[in-house]
């Protein structure tokens, strides 16, 4: 059996999770989507039509099946928990090498596999930079359940997960969703330092601090109260979830590299040759010095005006 084989093919070339969904569209998705529009809450990250984030075949017309990975990536290591205050990080999805690439990779090999397998075989691959909801799409192939932090959560791997998929032309029984739900427990919507999060299930993203800290332009001085000494992205709501109570990456290419961590005494503004050879592998680096070095900077005079309030 085809499916049986790809899923076997996938753990030996080191893929954690696989699903398999049909391509109909979800109704509660559109819904959310819509509403996500009309509070305003959506940021210019999120690309593409609520059509274009919902209907596969909008991408490729003879799609039937969508098969779904997820890589599970590292919550913490010693340099995370021995963090001082003169030092800035990057937060754990943008550790080692950029995960898009990882995941090209690991799909490209498994769609290598498959066109041995099946002589008529059409696909194309997507991340997350597709208009495709990819937690949704991996949440109908039976990889995880939604958090209140709206992320995707799978019962190994937690909300630690990389996700990529190939839609085809092959006809392959698709899985079904888990049914399960997190805890409830409120400690992301808690946590959340912006209040991005909130009991009707949708994310402002223009709130996430994830999302401040790579926008372009002026950061307001309320923003900058609210950023810590992560200077791309947040873990806060990840790291509350009870959900992540175990750190399972297998994956030596997520492992931080050390240029991750800065201390922030001896950071020098780099130029965009400068910063491409020294960060240019990270999956942070796709938002260039000029954003990096304005966030070294604002915490740079954190720093600066809590010594002069100390005095």
């Known amino acids: 059996m085809l499916k049986n084989k790809i899923i076997n093919y996938s753990k030996r070339i080191g893929i954690d999770v696989i699903g398999f969904t049909s391509i109909k569209i979800v109704p509660e998705l559109t819904e959310k989507l819509k509403l996500q529009e009309q509070l305003d809450y959506s940021c210019e990250f999120q690309k593409g039509t609520i059509e274009e984030r919902t209907n596969p075949k909008l991408l490729m017309d003879n799609v039937k099946t969508i ?3 997820a890589l599970g990536y590292s919550k913490t290591c010693n340099q995370l928990k021995n963090l001082t205050n003169e030092e800035v990080y990057f937060s754990s999805n943008s550790w080692g090498q950029d995960y898009h690439l990882v995941l090209r990779t690991k799909l490209n090999k498994l769609a290598a596999y498959i066109k ?9 691959i997507i ?19 939604f958090g209140k932090n709206n992320l ?3 019962e190994k791997y937690g909300s630690y997960i990389f996700l990529g998929s190939i839609l085809t032309n092959l006809d392959l029984k698709p899985d079904q969703p888990i049914n399960k739900s997190c805890l409830n427990c409120n400690k992301c919507i808690n946590a959340c330092p912006t209040g991005a999060l909130n009991n009707n299930g949708v994310l402002n993203s223009k ?3 994830s999302y401040i800290t790579q926008k372009k ?18 873990d806060i709501c990840q790291q509350v979830c009870p959900y992540n109570n175990q750190n399972n990456n297998k994956h ?17 503004p780099l130029s ?25 900077e604002i915490y740079q005079q954190k720093l600066k005006d809590k010594l002069i309030n100390t005095k």
């Open 217 to 234: 332009g002026e950061i307001t001085k309320q923003e900058q109260q609210l950023m810590n000494n992560c200077i791309y992205g947040c």
């Open 207 to 209: 709130k996430c601090l």
């Open 152 to 154: 995707l959560i799978n």
């Open 116 to 124: 041995k397998e099946v002589s008529n075989f059409e696909y194309k």
């Open 67 to 69: 098969i779904v990975i």
């Open 272 to 296: 965009n040759k400068s910063f491409k050879l020294k960060y240019g592998h990270l999956a942070g680096a796709w938002r260039g010095p000029k954003i990096i070095n304005r966030n070294i």
């Open 252 to 268: 030596a290419e997520f492992n931080p590299t050390g240029v991750e961590f800065i201390n922030v005494n001896m950071y020098e």
């Open 127 to 145: 991340i997350d930079t597709s208009p495709l909801c990819d937690r949704t799409i991996a949440y109908q192939a039976g990889l995880g359940f």
